[in-house]
């Protein structure tokens, strides 16, 4: 089974502070992806990787950033951290394209709760 | 423009008795259609797929859902609830665009509690 491991279950920061999210995928899949959940808001996307090195914006990314440097890693940063990025974010990797159909999919992390007082 | 609506923001059933938590979507494209559960503190887990294959799909746990496209639904249904399937429920639609990324659209979630 495909295993996506996010390092920290539970954060607490304070207003300002840089912070770093780590992913940890051990299926060699080249997409990667950080989510943000909210009560009744689902989960929205922030920033998603198709490649190392490569990066694109999701529907959120104001206030966060990202880094690919090793295709099993994905790292999700808030450079400034504020008490409105206080969340559940969710890491997700997908399999790759010829994996089958029906190994094909998302495979989610456990979740880091981060608290930003 | 893709979105989901999940018509339920809470669904409560007695154990035993059946389940049906109900999601609409609209899509440009033909989508794919997923039912994810997420238990407290636990991370998301795939229920359920469809990707144009057969209409009616079945997943883990005794779920189901069917792809109605003239209804543009995709509900999700159990026939007899368990105590362990209080959870929240996300339905989630997959515009599938040829070639590349794609894109995973999230509903609201519905909480789904079952009670003795």
């Known amino acids: 089974d495909v295993k996506v491991t996010q390092s920290s279950r539970y954060l607490v920061k304070r207003t300002g502070e840089k912070v770093f999210l780590e992913c940890v995928q051990d299926?060699?899949?080249?997409?990667m992806f950080w989510y943000r959940q909210d009560p009744g808001l689902g989960l929205r996307l922030i920033y998603f990787?198709?490649?190392?090195?490569?990066?694109e914006k999701g529907d959120i990314p104001e206030g966060y950033s990202v880094s690919r440097e090793k295709k099993e890693r994905f790292s999700l940063i808030l450079e400034s951290a504020s008490t409105n990025q206080t969340s559940m974010y969710l890491c997700?990797?997908?399999?790759?394209?010829?994996?089958?159909?029906?190994?094909?999919?998302?495979?989610f992390g456990s979740g880091t709760r981060l608290t930003v007082v | 423009a893709q979105s989901v609506t999940q018509l339920d923001s809470h669904v409560s059933v007695s154990e035993g008795t059946p389940v049906l938590l109900r999601c609409n979507y609209s899509?440009?494209?033909?989508?794919?259609l997923f039912w994810y559960v997420q238990h407290p503190n636990k991370g998301l887990q795939l229920l359920l797929k469809?990707?144009?294959?057969?209409?009616l799909v079945k997943g883990i746990n005794g779920f189901e859902a069917e792809f109605k496209k003239s209804e543009t639904s995709f509900h999700l249904t159990k026939p007899s609830a368990h105590m362990s399937d209080a959870a929240e429920y996300f339905c989630?639609?997959?515009?599938?665009?040829?070639?590349?990324?794609?894109?995973?659209?999230f509903g609201a979630g519905t909480r789904l509690a079952v009670h003795p």
């Open positions: 469809y990707t144009s294959a057969a209409t």
């Open positions: 990787s198709y490649d190392v090195k490569m990066k």
């Open positions: 899509s440009s494209y033909s989508p794919s």
């Open positions: 997700a990797s997908l399999s790759n394209p010829g994996q089958g159909a029906d190994y094909y999919g998302y495979t």
């Open positions: 299926m060699d899949h080249e997409n």
């Open positions: 989630v639609v997959s515009p599938m665009f040829s070639g590349g990324y794609n894109k995973l659209i």
